[in-house]
C-alpha cells in the first residue's frame, strides 16, 4: 500500500477515479474482479499493484476490442468476461480477494457520440451500456407521461419533471440527443456560468432507467459478499447522492452499523456483520488528484472488509432505492 501517484498504461484514454486512494486503503494481492472495466483504468493499476489475477467484467463487449492493445501484456493474470457485475459471484468462478466497482457510465463511453449517452456530443438515442434491451429512444418515444415523469424525479431528482415529461410527449418522435437535450432544456432556466447543462439530470435519470443501475447495483453488492473471502475487500465509487446512499446503507446494514433501540424502541438482535467498514466514512478526493483528474469532483469511495460470517439476504426495503426498481419501463 503506497501513496505513490501510479500512472495508468500510456494506452489507457482516462484516468481510473481515487484509484490511488483505494490501493492506499486495500492489499492489491490475490484475485480480484473489476466489476466495470471500461477502459480499463482500475485493473491496469491492480496488475502493476501486485494482484495475481484481474478478471475484468464489463456489459458492453466494445470495451474489449479497445482493451485488445494492451490486454496481452499480462498474460493469464488478466481476464476478460462479458457481462453484468450483478452476477459477479458466478462469472468469477472462485472465490475472490477483492471487488472494485466504478459505478454510472464511463468516460469513454461519455465520449462516443454513436453511444448516445452525452448531450454535448449529437448522436442516435441509444444510452445502452450493452448492446440490447431497451434503448433511450424506445423510453422517450413509448413510455407514459406519468413513467416519464417518475423515472425523472426518482433517478434524477429533476423537480421540473412533470414538465419535461409532458414536453417529450409533444416532442415526439425523437431519435437523437441534440433533440432531448433541447426539449430539455427549453422547459428549464438557462444555466449560468459554472452550472451544469439543463438537461444534466434528466439524461442521467434516462440512462439510469435503460441500464436497470439500481437493480444491478445493489444485486452487485449483494454478488460481492457472496463472492469475497474472509479479509477480502469491497471498493465501491459512486458519482451521485443516489448511488452513495445505497451503497451507504448496504455497507452500515452489513456492519450492523444502523443504530441501536431506544426506550421507545427497543434494539432488535442483529446477525453478524459480513462487512467492517474500513473507513466507516466515505473518502472524497483531495486538492492533488481534483488538479489531475476534473472528473473526480462528485466522487465518493466507500471500502468495507469481509468478515468470516456467511452472507445473507438483503432487506432492500431500508436501501433507499428508488420506488421504480424491479418494475418494468415500458
Known sequence: MSAAVREPHSDAPHLPVLIDTILDHVDASGVWLDGTFGA???TQAFLEAGSDCVIGVDRDPMVFEMASSWAADFGDRLKLVEGTFSELDALAGCELDGVVLDLGVSSMQLDQAERGFSFLRDGPLDMRMGQDGVSAADLVNEASEALLADILFQYGEERASRRIAKAIIAARPMVTTAQLADVVAGCLPKSKPGQSHPATRSFQAIRIAVNDEFGQLIKGLEAAERALKPGGFLAVVSFHSLEDRVVKKFMAS???????????????????PTFTLTPRRAIAADK??????????????RVATRTEAPARASDRAGLGLPKLVGKGLL
Open 288 to 301: 492533488d488528484e481534483l488538479a489531475r483528474n476534473p472528473r473526480s469532483r462528485s466522487a465518493k469511495l
Open 254 to 272: 452489513r456492519a450492523g452499523a444502523t443504530g441501536g433501540g431506544s426506550r421507545y424502541a427497543p434494539e432488535v438482535a442483529q446477525d453478524a
Open 40 to 42: 480499463g483504468g482500475y
